[in-house]
C-alpha cells in the first residue's frame, strides 16, 4: 500500500514493482542481486554506459530488456521517452558483454507501453501489463518475431473460397504485415464469416506459428456454432481435418488447457476466468449486451470489479482474438476483456454501427453487403407479402359496460370485469396492455390462405399443401403464447407442427432448434430473440414479422436468418413438396416492419430478463452501474405510456416532487458523456492553475453526486410503489372487435399505390389544420411559420403514430418519390421529413424539398443580400456563428436566447460570444432568421 508521504517517483516504482512480482519476476536491488535465484530477475538501478537504468531484466541470467519508469502524471508522454528507454536498451551493461537489448518498456505503473525492437519496423503499443519472464524466454530462443513471420506468410490458396472471402483473408494479412493491432470484416449475414475465419486461423497457426488464437463470442449457441465449423473444416493442403492438425477447446469452465491452440469462449465466461471464478452454462445462453445479464451482478448493491492481471492467463496467452457478431460485445464491461490481452483483435460482423468502426480504427479489411452477397449467389433475395388488418392499421373502441377478460401479464390469470367507459385502444398498444386474439388470428389466417399464392408449387400429390418453414416474430413471451395457440388452430395441427424457441421454454432449447432446423416438424417457429442473429437455419423460407423493430442493425440480423441458401437434397428432406433448391425468401409484413423508420442507435435494452423489482431492488440498496441505471430507464419510459395523470402524480409525490420524466431523464444524464463534459469543463475553469490531482477529485465527487442523486430518490416506499402499480396494469382481452384484413399482396409500391398513399396523407393533414397547432401555424399567413417549435413538431408526430401509425413520413416520402415529385434525398431526421411532407401538402414547396435544404438555400440568399453593396460585412467568426444558428433552425425549426445554453452553441462560449459578436442585434437578428429561414 503506498504510504501518504511517498513521492510519485516512489509509488510508480512500488506499483512497478508489485506489478512484475504478480508476473513471475524477482524484483533485486543491485546491491541484493542473484541471478540463479529465478527464471526472470528485474534489477533495479543497474549500471549502463548511459547512466543506471530503472529496471534492467533478465531471464536465465541473461539479459533481454529494460523498463523505463516514470510518474503518473507522465502516462501521456511515455511515447517521448522511448529515444531515452531505447538507449539504455543500446548502452553496455557494467560487467557485461551482449547485445542491444529488444525487450523494452516504458510504465508509470498505471499505464505501461512496449516495444520488441526483434520486429521488422519495431513500434510501441501499449499493455495490460509485464509479460512473464518464460515469454521473453520463449520470444528470445525463436529465429523471428510472431510480426516477422507475419511477413513471410505464403499467397492463399484460394481453392474452395469465395471471392468475398479471398479478399478478406488477403486484405486482413495484409492489415497484420503492417502491423495493425485492429481490424473489422464486414460480411453479410450467410456469407461465411466462421469459414473464412478458420481459413486465416489455419494460416496463423500454420505459417505464422501463432501459439493460441481466442474466438470470442457472446452466446453458447454461437460457441457450439463456431466448434462445429472448426470440427468439420479441412484446409485444402492437408487430408487432415482441423482438429486433427491442432487442438481446439471449447471452454465450459475456468480451465485452459496449456495445449489448446484455439479457444472458444463466451466473453462473459471469459470475464469470469480473469475475476478468478466459475460461471454457471445458464448465463451464456443470452447475449448479456441484450438480456441484462450484466445487471444481475450487481445486485447486491456492488460495482462490478474491474479485470485483474492474473499469473494463470497472463496478457500473452493469446496471440489473436477473433471477436464474432462483435457490433454488440465490444463495449462497456466486456471491453475490459479485449484491452487485457496482449493480441492482434479480429472483428466479424455483418451490421457494424458507427461505433464498431470506431473501435477497430476503422481498419475495415472487408466490406460484403448483403446485395452483393445476392449478387453473387451466396445469399438468396426476398420480397416481401404484407398483410394489413384494420385493428392492427387503426386500433379500436371496446364500448363501456361491455364485459372483457383481464390477464395478469406475468401469470395469464384471468378475471372477468365490466368497463365503466369506452376504453380506445392504438396500434401500439396491441398484446401490451390489449390482446385482440381476432387481430392476431386474422393475420394468422390470412397468413394460411396466403401460402398457396406464394408458394404455388408446395402441393403433394393428394393437393395436400405442405407448409414452408417458417419463423414468426413475437413482440414477448407472451405474446409468442398467443401466436401459437391460434396457428395450431388455424391450421388444424397439433403441437409439434408449431413450437417457441426461447431461452425460457421448458423443452431444451437447442433441442427445438435442431428439430426446426434438420426435421420435417416443427413446420412454424415462434420466437422473441433468441434465433433473431446469430443462428443459422438454412431451410428458413418464410419470415412472418408481427413485431416492429426500431434498430436498422437488429432489423437486418432478423432478416438474416432467411438469407442462407440450401442445396436441393438437404431442403427436400425437411420439406418434401420442394421443387427446386431454394432461390428466394418471403418476408411476410403483418405490423408495418418494413416502411417503420429504423435508426442507427442501439436500444437501452433489448431483451430484459432481470424483473423490475430487482432492478429496484439494486438500486435502493446502493448500485450505481451504468447498464442498471439504463435498464430501469428503459423500464421506467415504459411505465411511463401506461400511467394515469394521478399515478404519475403519486409518483412524484413519492419522489422528493421530481416528476416520472425527471427521474428518468437523471438516470440517463448519470453516464451522458455530454454531460460529464460539462461537468470537466464547469469543474476546469472553477480550478483554473490548481493541480490536477485536485481537479480530478472534484470531478470526480461531482459527477459521484450526481449519480447519487439519481439514485437516492429510489426509497423503499417509491420502489413498492412502481412495483404494485406496474403490476396493477393487466391486459385487456378484447373479444368485442372482430378484425378483418383490408389488404394483402406483395408489396410493390405502385404509382396508383403511391397516390392513394399521398392522397391518405393530404386528407390527415388537411383534416387536423385546424385542430393541431403545428398544422395551423402551416396553413396561416407565412409570418407565423417563425413560431413553430421543436415541440409542436414532435407532438403532430407522436399524434400521427398514435392515429395512422402507417402514414410514418420516410414512407410518404418513398410515395411521393414513385410520383417523381421529389427533388431532395430523403432527410435522416423523421421530424425534418415530416415538416418537408408538411410544406409540400400545404403548397409552400411545388417539390418535395428537405426542409434542411430550403434552410441552406434560404441562408445563402440572405447572407447574399446582406453582403450586397458591401465588403465583408460580416467576419469569419460571425459567419461560423450564423452557419450554427442556420444549423439549429434547420434542425429544432427556430432558435431563441436560451438554445445559447445548449449545444453546440455552450461549448463555444454560449450567450456571452454571441453577444461579443452581434451586441444589441442579437435579438432581432434571431427574428430575421427565424423569419428568413423558414421562408
Not at 498505471?110 to 499493455?127: G, L
Not at 428439430?515 to 430473440?529: L, Y
Not at 430518490?713 to 420502489?719: A, D, H, Q, R
Amino acid at each position: 500500500m503506498n504510504q501518504p508521504n511517498q513521492n510519485p517517483e516512489q509509488i510508480a516504482r512500488d506499483l512497478i514493482d508489485s506489478q512484475l512480482e504478480q508476473a513471475g519476476w524477482l524484483v533485486k536491488s543491485k546491491n541484493e542481486v542473484n541471478l540463479s535465484g529465478g527464471k526472470g530477475i528485474a534489477v533495479r538501478e543497474y549500471q549502463t554506459s548511459s547512466g543506471p537504468a530503472d529496471y534492467v531484466l533478465f531471464v536465465d541470467r541473461k539479459p533481454v530488456g529494460v523498463i523505463e519508469a516514470k510518474r503518473e502524471e507522465e502516462g501521456e508522454r511515455l511515447t517521448v521517452v522511448e529515444d531515452q528507454s531505447r538507449e539504455y536498451a543500446t548502452s553496455k551493461l557494467k560487467y557485461l558483454k551482449h547485445d542491444d537489448l529488444p525487450y523494452v518498456y516504458e510504465s508509470t505503473g498505471t499505464i505501461t507501453r512496449f516495444t520488441d525492437y526483434n520486429d521488422p519496423k519495431p513500434r510501441s503499443r501499449p499493455v495490460f501489463h509485464f509479460h512473464k519472464p518464460e515469454t521473453l524466454a520463449e520470444w528470445n530462443g525463436q529465429a523471428e518475431t510472431l510480426r516477422a513471420r507475419l511477413l513471410n506468410t505464403p499467397p492463399l490458396d484460394e481453392q474452395g473460397l469465395r471471392p468475398a472471402q479471398k479478399s478478406a483473408i488477403r486484405n486482413l494479412e495484409k492489415s497484420f504485415q503492417a502491423n495493425n493491432p485492429k481490424a473489422l470484416i464486414q460480411m453479410a449475414t450467410g456469407a461465411g464469416k466462421t469459414f473464412t475465419a478458420c481459413t486465416f486461423v489455419y494460416r496463423l497457426l500454420k505459417f505464422a506459428k501463432a501459439k493460441r488464437v481466442l474466438f470470442l463470442v457472446d452466446t453458447k449457441n454461437l460457441g457450439e456454432q463456431a466448434e462445429q465449423e472448426f470440427l468439420k473444416y479441412q484446409p485444402t493442403d492437408d487430408n487432415r481435418k482441423f482438429t486433427e492438425l491442432y487442438n481446439v477447446q471449447r471452454l465450459t469452465s475456468s480451465y485452459i488447457a496449456s495445449d489448446s491452440q484455439v479457444c472458444i469462449s463466451t466473453i462473459q465466461r471469459l470475464y469470469s476466468i480473469l475475476q478468478g471464478k466459475e460461471l454457471e452454462e445458464s448465463a451464456e445462453e443470452e447475449n448479456p449486451n441484450e438480456s441484462g445479464w450484466t445487471v444481475s451482478r450487481y445486485l447486491s448493491g456492488k460495482d462490478p470489479l474491474p479485470v485483474a492481471y492474473t499469473q494463470k492467463n497472463p496478457i500473452e496467452q493469446f496471440d489473436f482474438i477473433i471477436i464474432d457478431e462483435c457490433h454488440r460485445s465490444i463495449y462497456n464491461l466486456w471491453k475490459q476483456v479485449l484491452d487485457y490481452y496482449d493480441a492482434f483483435l479480429v472483428g466479424l460482423t455483418a451490421t457494424p454501427d458507427k461505433r464498431t468502426f470506431a473501435f477497430f480504427n476503422q481498419n475495415v479489411v472487408s466490406e460484403y453487403t448483403y446485395e452483393e452477397s445476392v449478387a453473387d449467389g451466396v445469399n438468396v433475395p426476398y420480397d416481401v407479402f404484407t398483410i394489413e388488418t384494420e385493428i392492427t392499421k387503426t386500433g379500436s373502441i371496446i364500448k363501456a359496460k361491455e364485459f372483457v377478460d383481464k390477464r395478469e401479464k406475468l401469470t395469464r390469470r384471468k378475471r372477468w370485469e365490466q368497463l365503466d367507459d369506452d376504453l380506445t385502444y392504438t396500434p401500439n398498444k396491441l398484446d401490451k396492455e390489449v390482446v385482440n386474439p381476432s387481430q392476431i388470428r386474422t393475420i394468422i389466417r390470412a397468413f394460411k390462405e396466403a401460402l398457396p399464392t406464394i408458394f404455388p408449387d408446395r402441393f403433394d400429390e393428394d393437393r395436400e399443401f405442405e407448409v414452408p418453414k417458417t419463423l414468426i416474430f413475437a413482440k414477448t413471451d407472451s405474446h409468442a403464447d398467443d401466436i401459437i395457440q391460434i396457428v395450431r388452430e388455424e391450421f388444424n395441427e397439433g403441437n409439434d407442427f408449431c413450437k417457441k424457441i426461447t431461452y425460457k421454454i421448458e423443452e431444451d432449447p437447442k433441442s427445438v432448434l435442431n428439430r426446426f432446423r434438420n426435421s420435417w416438424a416443427p413446420r412454424i417457429a415462434v420466437t422473441v430473440d433468441m434465433i433473431a442473429t446469430g443462428t443459422d437455419v438454412k431451410p428458413l423460407e418464410v419470415l412472418l414479422f408481427m413485431r416492429d423493430v426500431k434498430s436498422s442493425n437488429y432489423f437486418e440480423q432478423m432478416k438474416g436468418r432467411g438469407t442462407r441458401t440450401i442445396n436441393f437434397d438437404d431442403l427436400q428432406k425437411v420439406t418434401r413438396t420442394a421443387k427446386h433448391t431454394k432461390t428466394h425468401f418471403v418476408i411476410v409484413d403483418a405490423i408495418g416492419a418494413i416502411k417503420s423508420k429504423k435508426t442507427d442507435s442501439r436500444p437501452l435494452e433489448r431483451k430484459p430478463t432481470v424483473p423490475l423489482k430487482d432492478l429496484l431492488g439494486a438500486i435502493k440498496m446502493g448500485a450505481q452501474d451504468e447498464d442498471l441505471f439504463l435498464s430501469l430507464a428503459n423500464r421506467l419510459l415504459r411505465l411511463e405510456k401506461e400511467l394515469s395523470p394521478s399515478e404519475k402524480e403519486k409518483f412524484s409525490e413519492l419522489a422528493d416532487g421530481k416528476s416520472l420524466q425527471t427521474v428518468i431523464k437523471d438516470l440517463l444524464n448519470a453516464y451522458n458523456p455530454d454531460v460529464i463534459e460539462g461537468i470537466e469543463q464547469k469543474v476546469s475553469k472553477e480550478k483554473i492553475g490548481q493541480a490536477p490531482d485536485e481537479i480530478s477529485k472534484t470531478i470526480a465527487l461531482e459527477v459521484d453526486q450526481l449519480r447519487t442523486s439519481a439514485a437516492k430518490v429510489f426509497t423503499g416506499e417509491l420502489t413498492e410503489y412502481v412495483e404494485k402499480v406496474r403490476k396493477a396494469h393487466d391486459q385487456i382481452i378484447d373479444y368485442s372487435n372482430t378484425d378483418k384484413v383490408i389488404g394483402k399482396g406483395w408489396d410493390k409500391f405502385t404509382k396508383e399505390k403511391a397516390k392513394e398513399v399521398v392522397a391518405d396523407f393530404t386528407e390527415y393533414i388537411q383534416t387536423h389544420k385546424d385542430e393541431i397547432i403545428a398544422l395551423e401555424i402551416f396553413y396561416d399567413q407565412p409570418y407565423r411559420r417563425r413560431e413553430l417549435t421543436l415541440k409542436m413538431v414532435k407532438d403532430l408526430l407522436d399524434r400521427i403514430k398514435l392515429d395512422r401509425p402507417m402514414l410514418a413520413p420516410n414512407y410518404i416520402w418513398e410515395a411521393y418519390q414513385q410520383l417523381g415529385q421529389v427533388k431532395d434525398n430523403s432527410p435522416k431526421k423523421e421530424l425534418i421529413t415530416l415538416v418537408s411532407l408538411i410544406r409540400k401538402v400545404v403548397g409552400i414547396d411545388t417539390q418535395l424539398t428537405s426542409y434542411d435544404a430550403t434552410v441552406n438555400e434560404n441562408f445563402r440568399k440572405w447572407i447574399f443580400q446582406q453582403n450586397a453593396g458591401q465588403h465583408n460585412k460580416f467576419t469569419e467568426e460571425q459567419l461560423a456563428w450564423l452557419r450554427m444558428i442556420k444549423d439549429h433552425i434547420a434542425s429544432s425549426f427556430q432558435i431563441g436566447m436560451d438554445d445559447l445554453d445548449y449545444t453546440p452553441f455552450d461549448k463555444n462560449g454560449g450567450r456571452g460570444t454571441m453577444w461579443n459578436l452581434f451586441g444589441t442585434e442579437t435579438a432581432a437578428l434571431f427574428e430575421e432568421l427565424n423569419k428568413e429561414l423558414s421562408a
